[in-house]
T-cell receptor, first 114, second 112 residues
Framework: DTEVTQTPKHLVMGMTNKKSLKCEQHMGHRAMYWYKQKAKKPPELMFV???????INESVPSRFSPECPNSSLLNLHLHALQPEDSALYLC?????????????FGPGTRLTVL | GEDVEQSLFLSVREGDSSVINCTYT??????LYWYKQEPGAGLQLLTYIFSNMDMKQDQRLTVLLNKKDKHLSLRIADTQTGDSAIYFCAEGLTSGTYKYIFGTGTRLKVLA
């Protein structure tokens, strides 16, 4: 099973709303990632969790707040977003430290900020 | 530097071979990967190659790596309309936490 699931599939929110994106994997992977992808662009890394600890934060604004409650779950809490934050948000996981460290991606959440 | 470049667009006829190219700059990468993304979907891993290899073949896919020139290519044999998608190369970097640097992406259009 190489499946990473993400909910919701689509999300529309206003700039004053608070919402959360969820990601789940049951492959026993110990690294999980959040990426942001704008149309016709490559994914941009936002956060990396390794063994449930935040190991990379790519200077992401504080209106995005990641959380890793356990090794299978990864959340992204959203608050006071801007219209330019509208994008496809992708979650991925990998068996960190085990070559080839392949990342497996979920289908993404399409976020629209009004 | 961490720039990974790809040509933007490639158009081929069904049944022909497609070759998608990727140029990277960081010689410390250990693995290089190819992903496929269909419209509105996530990224699907196609294949990967260890940086000490020159070539890897996997069914219709052939990956060539020229480490001296930092050039990677993906050849798709007998291209089908279902292969139409965006293809991303990615290099894996080991400075600190292992992470990917994605290429700019190549949109492949297969004409029937």
């Amino acid at each position: 099973d190489t499946e990473v699931t993400q909910t919701p599939k689509h999300l529309v929110m206003g700039m004053t709303n608070k919402k959360s994106l969820k990601c789940e994997q049951h492959m026993g992977h110990r690294a999980m990632y959040w990426y942001k992808q704008k149309a016709k662009k490559p994914p941009e890394l936002m956060f990396v969790y390794s063994y449930e600890k935040l190991s990379i934060n790519e200077s992401v604004p504080s209106r995005f707040s990641p959380e890793c409650p356990n090794s299978s779950l990864l959340n992204l809490h959203l608050h006071a977003l801007q219209p330019e934050d509208s994008a496809l948000y992708l979650c991925a996981s990998s068996q960190e430290g085990t070559p080839p460290d392949t990342q497996y991606f979920g289908p993404g959440t399409r976020l629209t900020v009004l | 530097g961490e720039d990974v470049e790809q040509s933007l667009f490639l158009s081929v006829r069904e049944g022909d071979s497609s070759v998608i190219n990727c140029t990277y700059t960081d010689s410390s990468s250990t693995y290089l990967y190819w992903y496929k993304q269909e419209p509105g979907a996530g990224l699907q891993l196609l294949t990967y190659i260890f940086s000490n290899m020159d070539m890897k073949q996997d069914q219709r896919l052939t990956v060539l790596l020229n480490k001296k020139d930092k050039h990677l290519s993906l050849r798709i044999a007998d291209t089908q309309t279902g292969d139409s998608a965006i293809y991303f190369c990615a290099e894996g970097l080991t400075s600190g936490t292992y992470k990917y640097i994605f290429g700019t992406g190549t949109r492949l259009k297969v004409l029937a």
